[in-house]
């Protein structure tokens, strides 16, 4: 049984930091590429980074560049998102994402948000 299980979301102040976590299970985790994506209320959902199966290959979404770390352990079959110098327009839920080119998994979803 394939799951997704996110983590690390909650409330924080503008300019704090947070640390989302995706365990994953039921599949070949290091076989799969990782993703971050996060959907606001009223708004399309959106990729915020992604990383090669072996983590050899990182990308970033423009809304969160250079605020935003994505990381993995294989060996822990988890993934990681590092989030500093949040705004309050961070504020979403944030989903990750397992993909090959024949499969395709998603989490039920982490709530961030960003207020003071």
């Known amino acids: 049984q394939v799951q997704l299980v996110e983590s690390g979301g909650g409330l924080v102040q503008p300019g704090g930091s947070l640390r989302l976590s995706c365990r994953a299970s039921?599949?070949?985790?290091?076989?799969?590429?990782m993703s971050w994506y996060r959907q606001a209320p009223g708004k399309e959902r959106e990729l915020v980074a992604s990383?090669?199966?072996?983590?050899?290959?990182?990308s970033y979404g423009d809304s969160m560049k250079g605020r935003v770390t994505i990381s993995r352990d294989n060996a822990k079959n988890t993934v990681y998102l590092q989030m500093n110098s949040l705004k309050s327009e961070d504020t979403a839920v944030y989903y990750c994402?397992?993909?090959?080119?024949?499969?395709?998994?998603w989490g039920q979803g982490t709530q961030v948000t960003v207020s003071s």
């Open positions: 994402r397992a993909r090959t080119i024949r499969y395709n998994y």
């Open positions: 039921g599949f070949t985790f290091s076989s799969y590429a």
């Open positions: 990383i090669s199966s072996a983590g050899g290959s990182t």
